[in-house]
């Protein structure tokens, strides 16, 4: 069963300058990228809508967000079972939009990137996309377009599904022990926590973890089931 530990501290970071909003998700924005400002406020927006589900009491929330990246982080409570749990909440797409986004990225010819050194990247990855959407005749517009983006980037030049954990600076540790299993962190305020993430089958988690070492320049395989690496 393949095991994945990340461990990693992070440098505080000052915050960065406020910027103008130029646009909060209208039709016809298509053609341009969101600010970072932008992202910061629909994920604040994000965090704000949040309903936990049944059973469970929000004990405090808060925005995660970065270049392309929109999330909130949600510390739910089950009294029944006194349990707190770490709740990652994202754009939710349809069934539609989810099968436009897995056509798209089996369409896509892209390798894993640093996600710190995107540059141009971003850019040709776009017009890739926008060529895709184009070619099965697939109008996003608005809000939609940037709930697609934001997947498919996610999946791409990204750390999958647990890019909103990465980007969150209250985290300093991520364990996931295979596949059917939730994802745990260490939460600088509440300890260990079980995640609401999973990796629903093996293959998805094998491709993550050979996605992840490319990121990091490394290795992995059945030969070499095991490397030791820093996350860029």
């Known amino acids: 069963m393949p095991t994945l530990r990340l461990s990693f501290r992070r440098k505080e970071k000052e915050p960065p300058k406020r910027t103008a909003v130029f646009e909060i998700i209208k039709k016809g ?26 059973g469970w009491i929000e004990v405090e929330s808060y ?24 709740h990652v909440n994202e754009p939710m797409l349809s ?5 436009i986004v897995r056509k798209i990225i089996s369409r896509l010819e892209y390798y894993a990137a640093n996600p710190k050194e995107i540059g141009d990247k971003v850019g040709t ?9 184009e070619a099965y005749r697939v109008k996003l517009e608005g809000s939609d377009y940037f709930r697609v983006l934001y997947h498919i980037f996610k999946q791409t030049l990204l750390y999958g599904k ?22 745990y962190v260490f939460h600088r305020k509440y300890t260990n926590l079980r995640t609401n993430i999973i ?18 320049g490394k290795h992995i395989s059945v030969a070499e089931p095991m490397v030791d690496a820093t996350m860029p």
């Open 29 to 54: 924005s298509r053609e341009e990228f969101l600010g970072e400002e932008t992202y910061r406020t629909l994920s604040k927006r994000l965090s704000q809508e949040f309903e936990p589900p049944e």
């Open 63 to 86: 925005p995660v967000h970065g270049r392309f990246v929109i999330s909130s982080i949600h510390i739910l409570y089950n009294e029944e079972n006194n349990e707190f749990i770490y």
């Open 95 to 99: 069934d539609e939009e989810t099968e």
């Open 125 to 133: 990855l776009k017009k890739k996309i926008d060529s895709i959407l």
């Open 162 to 183: 647990i890019t909103p954990i990465m980007y969150d600076p209250m985290i300093e540790d991520i364990s996931c022990n295979g596949y059917g299993k939730h994802i």
């Open 199 to 216: 990796f629903e089958d093996p293959d998805e988690l094998d491709s993550f973890v050979v996605n992840l070492a490319q990121k990091c």
